[in-house]
């Protein structure tokens, strides 16, 4: 009997625009059904990926794709793409990750573009149709940008939301098209974004303060929320207020990365100025005196072993590193955890709390280093890992048992009917009663095989338990030895919060142990609380 094939659906769209077009989840997923119909294949399951760009990898249910493709109980053998540019359009992307599916035994179809990659005809027209792809993802970019250029030059907007005191208005041109520009907005906008600058260039003020002040007197914010140390800054160094437009600021291939300045495109004078040159040109010179004058101490030669882990007991925001003790060669630095919020905004939003540095971060060091002893000692990870996933999947088991009575009835029901075929022929319709039992048993398996999925992506795999106990004798060997940011690093493996009850004195802090083949699958987590000494 030949071997039934098994496959996967794998749909995405990398924006809400073109979830109304033909591209749209839905339609690729009744193509993908299809496909597999016509050709006899049992779909096991189907990975989405709504609103993500093909420009990466960076894709959770791709990457939940490929981990499950690794595992030995798979349950699939090929995956299904409605286009080829839905699984990439990175070709070195598409390249690496078709040939380690190719590895695993994994094919990848596309439903549009039918070719047999195993034979040298179908080998030249996918790479082919990989560099097509690859090629309109460039072109798109640079006609995009040459357009914007145009644009910016007649002095129209392209896009996005209008810098605070300024308002987007519509035109029309001769030829008949509607266009964007920017206008000044309400009088009380711009007198904000006046004084502002007066009060950095001219009064002396910081960030925080002129923050603050806003604050105190309720005026509302670009976001209709708090001002911000971080919207403060943004405000001063925003050349829109000069009457310059620029763009291209950033990648965004790989995540957000600023470019360099001489990649910037900027084109001056496209619309009315709020603030004159003169006082623009002002803010970097007061930033040098204020830096030159404050009691900063060098960051990166010290960097805070909790950051991005320690949370506010107040607002529940990041706290951020902060310091005292005066200017000059010989000051006496103290160096201590505040409230990020606190810091940004003052004291019209949180409350003042520090944390000594030193002291914080030797608690929570050496509360990790007595559980994770108990961790690294033989099967007792195991254990907890097999623990918590039991209670994890506890509902799943419990749908999947429903769903397996559910399916159980259905066969019998068909089974019955088909044991009585001349009784069942007499009565109108029985055909189409037969397809209905059909159609909800198909239904009901691929059900089934989400929750089985879902079940056996919980399954223990004492090679991963070991990898895990590894790294947990590595932090304990280590933690205390190496570099702040390597530490941060090392803390961040296991830890994803750390909090601190101000009632009773203790330090919460949340251990998570997550597969180290696929970080999004947790294993095992727990709450560990112990008193702040």
């Known amino acids: ?9 794998y749909a995405r769209v990398n924006s809400k625009e073109q979830a109304d077009k033909e591209l749209s989840i839905p339609a690729q997923l009744e193509a993908i059904r299809n496909y597999c119909k016509q050709k006899g294949w ?70 549009t573009e039918q070719t047999d990659p195993e034979t040298p005809h179908g080998f030249l027209m996918e790479g082919i149709m990989e560099v097509i792809s690859e090629f309109y993802n460039m072109n798109l970019k640079t006609e995009t940008m040459k357009g914007m250029r145009e644009n910016a030059k007649r002095g129209f907007h392209n896009g996005g939301y209008a810098s605070y005191g300024y308002r987007l208005s519509k035109v029309t041109e001769s030829s008949g098209n509607t266009k964007t520009i920017l206008v000044p907005g309400p009088d009380d906008e711009v007198g904000t974004v006046k004084r502002i600058f007066h009060n950095y260039v001219y009064d002396g003020y910081g960030y925080k303060k002129i923050a603050s002040l806003l604050n105190e007197e309720r005026i509302p914010s670009p976001s ?111 160096r201590y955890y505040i409230c990020g919020l606190y810091q940004r905004k003052g004291k019209s939003v949180c409350k003042f709390k520090s944390f000594n540095k030193e002291l914080i971060e030797n608690c929570v060091i050496n509360i990790l280093l007595r559980e994770f002893t108990m961790f690294s000692l033989k099967d007792v990870l195991q254990e907890e890992i097999i623990r918590f996933a039991s209670e994890l999947t506890k509902e799943q088991r419990y749908k999947l048992n429903t769903i397996e009575k559910e399916i159980e009835m259905v066969n ?110 947790c294993l095992f987590s727990k709450t560990i609380v112990a008193v702040l000494k």
């Open 1 to 9: 009997m030949e071997k039934e094939i098994r496959a996967v659906a």
């Open 42 to 111: 049992k779909l096991m399951h189907e990975y989405i990926d709504a609103g993500k760009s093909a420009k990466t990898d960076e894709r959770p249910e791709f990457q939940r794709m490929v981990a499950m493709a690794k595992r030995q109980n798979r349950n699939f053998d090929t995956i299904i793409v409605h286009k080829v540019d839905r699984f990439s359009r990175n070709r070195d992307d598409h390249v690496i990750y078709k040939s380690l599916l190719k590895k695993l035994g994994v094919s990848v179809h596309s439903v």
């Open 224 to 334: 209709g929320e708090q001002w911000s140390y971080s919207s403060i800054h943004s405000m001063l160094h925003n050349e829109a207020y000069i009457g310059n437009k620029v763009w291209n600021k950033h990648d965004y291939s790989a995540g957000k990365t600023k470019k360099s300045e001489d990649e910037w495109i900027r084109l001056e004078n496209t619309h009315i100025a709020l603030v004159s040159q003169e006082v623009f040109n002002l803010v970097p010179v007061r930033s040098k005196t204020r830096i030159k004058n404050s009691n900063f101490f060098e960051a990166a030669n010290t960097p805070y072993v909790l950051r991005g882990l320690f949370k506010c007991p107040f607002c529940g925001s990041n706290m951020v590193s902060g310091q005292s003790g005066g200017c000059g060669q010989n000051r006496n630095i103290r």
């Open 412 to 521: 019998l029901k068909l089974s019955m009917l088909n044991d009585s075929q001349d009784e069942i022929m007499k009565i109108t319709n029985s055909k189409k009663y037969i397809e209905e039992y059909n159609t909800q048993l198909n239904e009901l398996i691929l059900r089934k095989q989400v929750y089985v999925n879902e079940i056996e992506t919980n399954e223990i795999d004492i090679e991963v338990v070991e990898i895990i106990r590894n790294k947990l004798i590595y932090f304990i060997n280590n933690i205390k030895t190496e570099s702040p940011d390597k530490q941060n690093l090392m803390l961040k493996e296991f830890v994803s919060t750390i909090n601190y009850n101000i009632a009773n004195n203790t330090i919460t802090i949340k251990v998570v142990f997550c597969n180290p083949n696929s970080r999004e699958i």
